[in-house]
């Protein structure tokens, strides 16, 4: 049973990772930085310089985040976000918007379209300080990656074009020609982030869907958990055995006759998926 587990009315929620024991997750137009701790039900912001799409753990402490200007090193401690590198000074109009690290400790992330006009978002890979496009062919709106137990499948997300392409990974990163995974049929949404469990199954949030699909390595759906609200963004395994799955979601896009009927969206949602997650490996910068 889903359940609403954070009173926060985000607008744009995304990004949830686990990371020792608390949830972290994104308001992307509120630019803001979230730590949810479900044991005692506290959380706590901190606010970012722009637009921030996601926060991952990175290799030495600290973390490493998605803002529109560029990847920051985040200190929560001090609450300072410092620009390490951005990977499109042209592209003005881009920002970060999802993002994942494989078992290697590789970083992916994409860029999108900020106006959701124009297929300018590209896939990025980065490792030990070195960030390259990954050459697949830019989509308006990117989501994911989703990366499998061995780092040697990746799961790239067109929103607009309703398709998840599943991409091989060479063992030095590079990316072999995409095929296509999934389609989501009309009237069903948009694919928005997505995440692998420990059987390698692929669990994909559902944009003006109410709800959140798994689907096997084959491509085939075998389960969907229904939420009482449209926008569903992305969800991240936690708690301690990493067995609860916990899901962001987003106001965005609704109007007020809609948000009367949705009073949770925003809100961060728990539901038991009746598998484990994997640990998330600290980014290597």
Same mark, same amino acid.
């Given at each position: 049973? =889903?359940?609403?587990?954070?009173?926060?009315?985000?607008?744009l929620?995304?990004?949830?990772?686990?990371i020792?024991?608390?949830?972290?997750?994104?308001?992307i137009?509120a630019?803001?930085?979230?730590?949810?701790d479900?044991?005692?039900?506290?959380?706590?912001h901190w606010?970012?310089?722009?637009q =921030?799409?996601?926060?991952?753990?990175?290799?030495g402490?600290?973390? &490493?985040?998605?803002?529109?200007?560029?990847?920051?090193?985040?200190?929560?401690?001090?609450?300072?976000? *410092?620009?390490l590198?951005? $990977?499109?000074p042209?592209?003005?109009? %881009?920002?970060?918007?999802?993002?994942a690290?494989d078992?290697?400790?590789r970083l992916?992330?994409?860029s999108?379209?900020?106006?959701?006009?124009n297929?300018?978002?590209?896939?990025?890979?980065? *490792?030990g300080? =070195?960030?390259?496009?990954?050459?697949?062919?830019p989509v308006?709106?990117? %989501?994911?990656?989703?990366i #499998?137990?061995?780092?040697?499948?990746l799961?790239?997300t067109?929103t607009?074009g309703? *398709?998840i392409?599943?991409?091989?990974?060479?063992?030095?990163g #590079?990316?072999?020609?995409?095929?296509v995974f999934?389609?989501?049929?009309?009237?069903?949404?948009?694919?928005?982030?997505?995440?692998?469990?420990?059987?390698?199954?692929?669990?994909?949030g559902?944009?003006?869907?109410?709800?959140?699909?798994?689907y096997?390595?084959?491509?085939?759906?075998v389960?969907?958990?229904e939420f009482?609200?449209? %926008?569903?963004?992305?969800m991240?395994f936690?708690? $301690?055995?990493?067995?609860?799955?916990?899901?962001?979601t987003a106001?965005?896009?609704?109007d007020a006759?809609?948000?009367?009927?949705q009073p949770?969206?925003? %809100?961060v949602?728990?539901?038991?998926?009746?598998?484990?997650?994997? $640990?998330?490996?600290?980014?290597k &910068?």
């Amino acid at each position: 049973m =889903v359940q609403s587990v954070l009173n926060v009315g985000a607008t744009l929620g995304e990004g949830p990772v686990w990371i020792g024991d608390r949830l972290w997750f994104v308001d992307i137009k509120a630019h803001r930085v979230y730590r949810f701790d479900p044991k005692t039900g506290e959380s706590r912001h901190w606010e970012a310089p722009d637009q =921030v799409g996601w926060v991952l753990p990175a290799e030495g402490g600290g973390m &490493i985040v998605g803002v529109k200007t560029g990847l920051h090193r985040f200190d929560p401690a001090t609450g300072k976000f *410092t620009l390490l590198h951005d $990977p499109e000074p042209s592209l003005p109009g %881009n920002r970060l918007n999802d993002a994942a690290t494989d078992s290697t400790g590789r970083l992916w992330f994409g860029s999108m379209d900020d106006g959701e006009a124009n297929p300018t978002g590209r896939l990025y890979r980065c *490792t030990g300080g =070195v960030c390259l496009d990954t050459g697949l062919p830019p989509v308006t709106i990117t %989501n994911g990656p989703a990366i #499998t137990r061995d780092a040697r499948t990746l799961y790239h997300t067109d929103t607009g074009g309703r *398709t998840i392409w599943r991409v091989a990974v060479d063992a030095d990163g #590079t990316l072999s020609k995409p095929e296509v995974f999934v389609t989501i049929e009309d009237g069903a949404g948009y694919p928005d982030g997505s995440v692998c469990d420990a059987e390698d199954h692929v669990w994909v949030g559902l944009y003006a869907g109410h709800g959140i699909r798994r689907y096997d390595p084959a491509g085939k759906l075998v389960q969907t958990v229904e939420f009482p609200v449209a %926008n569903v963004t992305k969800m991240a395994f936690g708690g $301690p055995d990493l067995r609860t799955a916990y899901a962001t979601t987003a106001r965005k896009g609704l109007d007020a006759e809609a948000l009367k009927g949705q009073p949770l969206a925003g %809100n961060v949602f728990a539901f038991d998926p009746d598998v484990a997650g994997m $640990p998330v490996t600290p980014a290597k &910068i």
